[in-house]
């Protein structure tokens, strides 16, 4: 049983920064692409960003590139989010994911591909 565990959620004010972590257990972490999505209230689920096995190629949405970077630590088993640059619309619930792949998903399937997923956290970017 996969489990997918978000930490690092909070309040922060805008132009502020978090990290977010997810921590990974019940299969081969190293092997799988990871990523992150996030709900804010009242909308639908957005991609935020994801990483593929091994660390080196990533992809972002077009909201938070330039401001949000996805890494990842096989030997830890987590992958992270680090948001800069924090604006009140990133206000929403933070969730971890993971892939049956490698590799990410083609953009349009980014979403619809995820075979795990956390709980969440909740970030709150306050004006």
């Known amino acids: 049983q996969v489990q997918l565990v978000e930490s690092g959620g909070g309040l922060v004010q805008a132009g502020g920064s978090l990290r977010l972590s997810c921590a990974a257990s019940g299969r081969t972490f190293s092997s799988y692409a990871m990523g992150w999505f996030r709900r804010a209230p009242g909308k639908e689920r957005e991609f935020v960003a994801a990483?593929?096995?091994?660390?080196?190629?990533?992809s972002y949405a077009d909201s938070v590139k330039g401001r949000f970077i996805i890494s990842r630590d096989n030997a830890k088993n987590t992958v992270y989010l680090q948001m800069n640059s924090l604006k009140p619309e990133d206000t929403a619930v933070y969730y971890c994911?993971?892939?049956?792949?490698?590799?990410?998903?083609?953009?349009?399937?980014?979403?619809?591909?995820?075979?795990?997923w956390g709980k969440g956290t909740l970030v709150t970017v306050s004006s």
């Open positions: 994911m993971g892939y049956s792949s490698s590799v990410a998903p083609p953009p349009h399937r980014l979403l619809d591909d995820m075979d795990y």
């Open positions: 990483v593929n096995w091994s660390g080196s190629r990533t």
